[in-house]
């Protein structure tokens, strides 16, 4: 029953996309109706270009949530255009769209959501046994590697520290060899020093298989990572760093943000 | 995705017990019911097999019909010559006659019957001289009886009155009670005979006590080798006189067991009613658990759905999940009705109904079914938290404390709910009140109403949780202080949830008010027809007051001091209008001592009904279009035809009448019975109820230790005995479906505890005691347990109202057993407290600092 899903119209072309992965056009979003209604975003237009890490940043109410939440498909645009990977999302229906997250998508959450009653390992596995894939016992070996549980394969996530829960997490949005991954403040709920190995580990995922990566982020250390650096604020992107940026320039753009 | 779902089930383990739970102890029910009447079943097959052994073909006295839900019908005995000229046949190896009965009372050192309900007393003759191939019995101690003198009873009257060879016993039959020298002590092979006693006699001594001189009742037949048995029955139809007939053993045996199987198809029933129930009732629990579940696991169902889950696959996961419990629940409930089935029949023996038992029974019917609709009705309760849990958006995962969104359908609730109880309360109006309803019909209106209207008042409970609980809770608010208080707002903040954890509990309540109500209307009714119908100053009856007396009693007090009336009501059988009904016989003195509402005819009828005369009530003569002078054919179970031309017709008594449809005069009736027995007898006496009159009417009556005399008042009392009995039956097999829904509320706490936890350990770092914390759970469970009880209350109120009224002309009143509701009030704060023991102390016991620090 897993795989009996329509595919997405443009999976099915012969051939590949080669576009940005995503791609979003004039995204407003607006919570409620009438006078108490909320404009979270106001037109935000994006690409996100394959093999990057894109950081979102913005201060809290600025809107940096719901555009990922958009540009994952968990929540719908009130007006506006998302594609992903040549797809527009905005018009699929449940199963569409769960085959297409299945296909393109990964999530690092900031509470890991992390299964308790699975061992580490099958943590990991989870998005291909629900795929009802058979897990590539190299590919499964070389994920355990790079996360660094190879030895805590069978641990429970009660068993593991957070920084280990993490890279759990990090290994199940891997698995499926998506087109992207969304990390949502995936450092917002870990101490400093196991937030500096988690962003070095997002890192070299992008390195090492050119994992294209959303994250959205308030942590400035975390934003330092990332090859493109979009400031949001008030619904809108007001600013955008291109390549690696320097812990303090993006520190200086914060408060700069701030103080408007 | 099913091992990830199994592997959830197992982590959950905890609340997986908790939920299967809910099923176990209805399926319990069921197979201890089917358990229990396949071994009662089973052991009166080997009693009735076991009694023709050896025997290929039985003879017995033929009757015209048999009366398995009313009064006894005697056959007819054979000649005793019969069975020579059986013997003789060439293709017979033996035969044997011999007498028997079942109203044979042993009587103990104290002059009292040995008696355990409505067990048969049993009477057998046996021929020591002859060989025993035929004898079912075997000797434990002694030897067999021999002579006028001698009797043999049976093992476990030996034992439990401590009688041994030797001793002397009493025994009743159709006179006045003899005593007999134990010669040995018997038993039925391999099985148990329950509440029954045996006495055993030679033939000649069994003769002259039943009153069968000359006569035998059967005559177990042997073919001889090589001859099969239809032959032989083919040869013996031939020499048999018109009043006897012949049956192959398998026949015979079938045949004897009529009477059980109808009764224990009504057991059955009865207590799978009951497992229903309780089933219906674990269906509430169900669902609502795995409701809590559900929206305990939110976060869960998102993550899964982020990482590619497909709706499908959460709502597969939820059912499978319900398909391991129930199938769990029910293999534990299956096993458990082994057990129950022990309970079950100790307390029909508490009651007085000690039945015969052998090896237990467990058929493979007895597991398919439990297996089967525990499940189903399990996979049934989960199905709609499951279409909950495919609602929660992927969101949700990245969403702190999110929620459980409504259904699709959520917005039709309120209207929904409204019209399931609308409708459930217009099926139950239409069902009671409406005429000419087929019983099938008005049945199958009143059955789904009562469903629709547990659905309709379950579905509606949560908008009456807060008005309830601000006035429930308040003795809790004065009691616990501020943990009465917050238990009061935690009973109020998730009113869906109380409601649900209430219902369970409303159900079982409501039934059991239904019931008490009831009750007290029938006894009332009672009361008043047996007040306004028995104007003698005594009464004799046998011990029971129910159970047939024989006649010599009555001619044996017939001669006391000071007695002016003595009028015997005799119960018999009868065939009319092609059905098999009770008939009564009546004394010419009858008008003297009971007083009858003549429609048609006058007080005088008794006295002159003559031998064809009959007085019939006026609903049956509205239904055969009976009047005075109409003629009314009946058929004795002899065959005898007895035409009658009505004399009188009276008023049924609201109430209930104490005669049976058609009556005859004592005179005709004896003329045309065998062993006629009075059902009672009334007397007046000069001087009315005094002491000495009382002495006077006992003394004659000495030697009949199943007599007894009673003065009106207690006469009336005792017929109320039995109404009470029900009652607490009824009370016990409710009492389960009771259990249940006090599971329903440990599983809503504990989940609740669970849910809370972060919010304990605050109360408890800002200053609460662990004991407040635990007076805290409590009360929230005595407070929800409270909900239920006042919903079940109204709710069994009602039904009583509209069932009272509907019998409303048979006399049954509406009146409330006031005390009866205070103990269910009480009962239902048991329950809480109860209920609150495990969860109270897992909330107490939580550590402060890992509390505040879940996640």
Not at chain 2, 396 to 415: D, H, K, N, T, W
Not at chain 2, 448 to 455: D, E
Not at chain 2, 759 to 773: C, I, N, W
């Amino acid at each position: 029953m897993s795989n009996t899903i329509a595919v997405p119209a443009a999976a099915a072309v012969d051939e590949p996309y080669r576009g940005p992965v995503v791609v979003a056009t004039n995204v407003t979003r607006r919570y409620g109706e009438g006078p108490t209604a909320v404009e979270a975003l106001r037109g935000v237009s994006l690409d996100v270009q394959r093999g990057q890490l894109t950081a979102v940043m913005g201060p809290s109410g600025s809107g940096k949530s719901t555009l990922m939440h958009l540009l994952a498909g968990l929540d719908r645009p009130t007006s506006g255009k998302i594609t992903i990977e040549g797809t527009e999302i905005s018009k699929l229906g449940d199963n569409e769209l769960t085959k297409l997250r299945r296909k393109y998508i990964g999530f690092v959450f900031q509470f890991f959501n992390l299964l308790p009653m699975l061992t580490a390992e099958e943590n990991v596995l989870l998005p291909l046994t629900i795929a009802g894939e058979k897990p590539d016992r190299k590919w499964t070996k070389e994920l355990l590697d790079r996360i660094g549980l190879d030895d805590r394969r069978t641990h429970r996530p009660a068993e593991l520290s957070g920084g280990q829960q993490q890279r759990v997490a990090i290994g199940r949005a891997l698995a499926s060899r998506p087109a992207i991954v969304f990390a949502d403040e995936p450092t917002g709920n870990l101490d400093s020093s196991t937030s500096g190995e988690i962003l070095g580990l997002m890192r070299e995922s992008v390195d090492a298989y050119r994992q294209t990566t959303v994250m959205v982020t308030h942590d400035p250390r975390a934003a330092a990572i990332a090859d493109r650096i979009l400031f949001l604020d008030d619904g809108l992107i007001v600013k955008e760093l291109h390549g690696r940026s320097e812990q303090h320039d993006v520190i200086a753009v914060m408060e700069d943000l701030a103080a408007r | 995705m099913i091992r990830v779902t199994l592997k959830g089930l197992a982590g959950r383990r905890l609340r997986a017990l908790l939920t299967a739970l809910a099923i176990v102890l209805g399926v319990a029910m069921m197979s201890g019911t089917f358990v229990l009447t396949d071994t009662i079943n089973g052991a009166f097959t080997s009693i009735f097999t076991e009694s023709y052994k050896n025997a290929d073909a039985v003879i017995s006295g033929k009757t015209a019909f048999t009366n398995h839900n009313g009064n006894n019908v005697q056959a007819p005995s054979l000649p005793q010559s019969l069975v020579a000229k059986v013997k003789a046949m060439p293709d017979v190896q033996a035969a044997a006659g011999s007498v028997s009965d079942d109203r044979t009372k042993l009587v103990g050192r104290d002059g009292k019957v040995i008696t355990s309900g409505g067990a048969p007393q049993l009477a057998f003759s046996v021929d020591p001289t002859a060989d025993q191939r035929f004898n079912p019995l075997v000797l434990t101690a002694g030897s067999w009886p021999s002579g006028p003198h001698e009797v043999a009873i049976d093992s476990h009257v030996a034992s439990s009155k401590h009688y041994k060879v030797g001793d002397t016993i009493g025994v009743e039959s159709r006179g006045p009670v003899r005593h007999f020298r134990i010669a040995g002590i018997v038993k039925l092979p391999g099985v148990s005979i329950g509440g029954a006693t045996m006495a055993v006699f030679d033939t000649a001594t069994a003769q002259g006590l039943l009153n069968r001189v000359g006569k035998v009742d059967l005559i177990r037949v042997q073919a001889r080798h090589g001859v099969s048995t239809p032959k032989l029955i083919r040869e013996l139809k031939r020499v048999l006189p018109p009043s006897a007939q012949v049956r192959d053993t398998s026949a015979q045996v079938k045949e004897d067991k009529k009477g059980v199987s109808s009764f224990t198809s009504f057991i059955q029933g009865f207590l799978l009613a009951f497992a229903g129930i309780s089933l219906f009732v674990g269906s509430f629990v169900i669902a609502n658990t795995l409701s809590i579940t559900v929206a305990q696991r939110v976060r869960e169902f998102a993550t899964l759905r982020t990482i590619g889950a497909t709706r499908r696959q959460i709502l597969r996961s939820v059912v499978v999940e319900a398909l391991v419990i129930g199938i769990l629940g029910s293999l534990a409930g299956l096993f458990l009705g082994l057990l129950l089935a022990k309970g079950l029949k100790a307390v029909f023996a508490a009651t007085g109904f000690d039945l015969p038992s052998a090896a237990t029974v467990f058929q493979a019917r007895t597991i398919v079914v439990c297996l089967l609709v525990g499940t189903l009705i399990t996979l049934f309760a989960s199905l709609r938290p499951a279409f909950r849990a495919t609602r929660v958006p992927p969101i949700a995962a990245v969403r702190e404390g999110a929620e459980l969104p409504p259904g699709r359908f959520a917005r039709f609730a309120p209207i929904l709910s409204a019209a399931t109880l609308a409708l459930g309360v217009l099926l139950l109006g239409y069902g009671v009140l409406a005429h000419g309803l087929t019983t099938v019909n008005r049945l199958s209106a009143l059955g789904v109403g009562v469903l629709l209207l547990f659905f309709g008042v379950s579905a509606n409970a949560s908008r009456l949780v807060r008005p309830l609980a601000s006035v429930l809770a308040w003795p809790a608010t004065r009691i616990g202080g501020a943990a009465g208080a917050l238990a009061r707002e935690n009973t109020m903040r998730n009113p869906k949830r109380t409601a649900s954890t209430a219902s369970a509990l409303m159900i079982g309540l409501a039934l059991v008010t239904f019931v008490a109500i009831l009750g007290q209307g029938l006894r009332s009714s009672f009361e008043s027809a047996v007040n306004g119908l028995f104007k003698g100053d005594y009464a004799l009856t046998s011990q029971s007051t129910f159970a047939p007396l024989t006649i010599s009693a009555e001619q044996a007090v017939r001669h006391a001091r000071n007695v002016t009336v003595v009028s015997g009501i005799r119960a018999g059988s009868a065939r009319y209008f092609d059905s098999t009904e009770n008939l009564t016989g009546v004394d010419s003195q009858l008008a003297k001592v009971v007083q009858l509402d003549w429609k048609e005819g006058s007080a005088a009828v008794p006295a002159h009904l003559g031998r064809n005369g009959t007085f019939v009530d006026d609903k049956f003569a509205k239904k055969h279009h009976l009047h005075l002078g109409s003629r009314l054919t009946i058929e004795t179970p002899t065959g005898h035809l007895l035409h009658l031309r009505v004399k009188g017709i009276f008023r049924l008594p609201k109430g209930g009448s104490p005669f049976a449809p058609v009556s005859i005069s004592n005179s005709l009736f004896d003329a045309n019975y065998i062993n006629p027995e009075n059902e009672m007898v009334f007397l007046n006496v000069r001087g009315g109820v005094t002491d000495e009159n009382t002495k006077a009417l006992e003394q004659p009556l000495k030697d009949f230790a199943d007599a007894k005399i009673q003065t009106a008042s207690q006469f009336k009392k005792n017929f109320e005995k039995p109404i009470n009995k029900i009652l607490y039956l009824l009370y016990v097999l409710l009492a389960l479906s009771v259990v249940v829904s006090l599971f329903g509320i440990v599983n809503t706490l504990v989940l609740t505890v669970y849910e809370r936890t972060r919010e304990l350990g605050m109360l408890r770092a800002v200053g609460m005691t662990r004991s407040q914390t635990r007076s805290m759970i409590r009360h929230e469970s005595i407070v929800t347990s409270l909900i239920g009880a006042a919903l079940g209350m109204m709710v069994g109120v009602f039904l009583a109202l509209l069932v009272t009224h509907a019998l409303s002309s048979n006399g049954i009143v509406f009146a409330v057993p006031w005390l009866s509701l205070v103990y269910f009030v009480l009962a239902a704060i048991v329950i809480g407290i109860v209920a609150a023991i495990w969860p109270a102390r897992r909330a107490a016991g939580l550590n402060v600092l890992e509390a505040l620090q879940y996640e």
